[in-house]
């Protein structure tokens, strides 16, 4: 038997082994509550990017979850509509993803601040540059906790 | 000096509307491309390409059609290119398709 990655908390607000407690492997923590993301390598912070979450009606999530990416595209490109995805990293199964965005910067401290009217529709967003770092860093597979607070 | 504060702003008012505008509207129109692409996501992840019915596609000179619960899968082999196109069909008729390579002809 291995050993869960994740375990929610007894407040259930968020799942401890994150913030440099996981002892190997790469992982990514998307901490909700400060807009950012945080990618570890065991213990070690590799990066800690600002993002930008779902909004208020489309949150990316309500409890402490943990996903693991399941699926890349350095460019997905839908064959029947004019959409576009750069650097996305698929993590759930109704598809929700990591990927590049050109309207963090001002949306992740608007909602940092609390005012969520802005924002994705459950994906998490980054800016071109930090996307591209976090799309060659993480490998398929690669844990993603989605958190409420930062222990 | 009221003209030059008048001024100011109005310039300043002007700036940060359309700062505001041009944010929420590129804000609308990524929640459009994620809500499209994670559908497609959403259905192509709800077949495996390793469910490719190999062989039935070996001798099919058309497309393989197949119920997977609540979607309809449509498969195409091309053995010149060792390639399968998969086409998933959801209830709502909504779709996604994808190409990619398989082993199919050597199974």
Not at chain 1, 122 to 139: D, T
Not at chain 2, 11 to 20: D, E, K, M, N, P
Not at chain 2, 26 to 36: A, L, V
Request: glycine letters at 6%.
């Amino acid at each position: 038997m291995t050993n869960p990655d994740g375990v929610i908390s007894p407040l259930g607000n968020t799942i401890l082994f994150l913030g440099g407690v996981r002892s190997s492997g790469k992982a990514i923590l998307v901490d909700l509550d400060d807009q950012n993301l945080y990618a570890f390598n065991g213990p070690k912070l590799i990066f800690e990017f600002y993002c930008a979450s779902g909004d208020r009606v489309h949150p990316t999530a309500t409890w402490p979850s943990l996903y693991k990416i399941f699926r890349k595209h350095e460019v997905y490109r839908s064959r029947t509509y004019n959409a576009q995805m750069d650097y996305a990293m698929f993590f759930t199964s109704d598809g929700k993803a990591i990927h590049q965005s050109n309207v963090v910067g001002l949306t992740s401290v608007l909602k940092d601040i609390g005012l969520n009217q802005l924002g994705s529709h459950g994906c998490v967003r980054l800016s071109e540059e930090n996307a591209k770092k976090l799309f060659s860093w993480a490998p398929m597979g690669t844990p993603i906790f989605v958190d409420l607070e930062m222990i | 000096m009221k003209r030059l504060t008048i001024l100011v702003a109005v310039l300043a008012s002007l700036i940060l509307g359309s700062a505001f505008t041009t944010i929420y509207y590129e804000n609308k129109i990524s929640n459009i491309d994620e809500d499209i692409i994670s559908k497609e996501i959403a259905l192509l992840s709800a077949v495996p390409n390793s469910d490719i019915p190999c062989s039935k596609l070996k001798n099919a000179k058309n497309w393989i059609v197949e119920k997977k619960g609540e979607v309809t899968v449509f498969w195409k082999f091309t053995p010149e290119q060792s390639r399968a196109t998969k086409l998933v069909l959801g209830k709502d008729l909504s779709s996604a398709t994808e190409s990619f390579s398989t082993g199919c002809h050597v199974n």
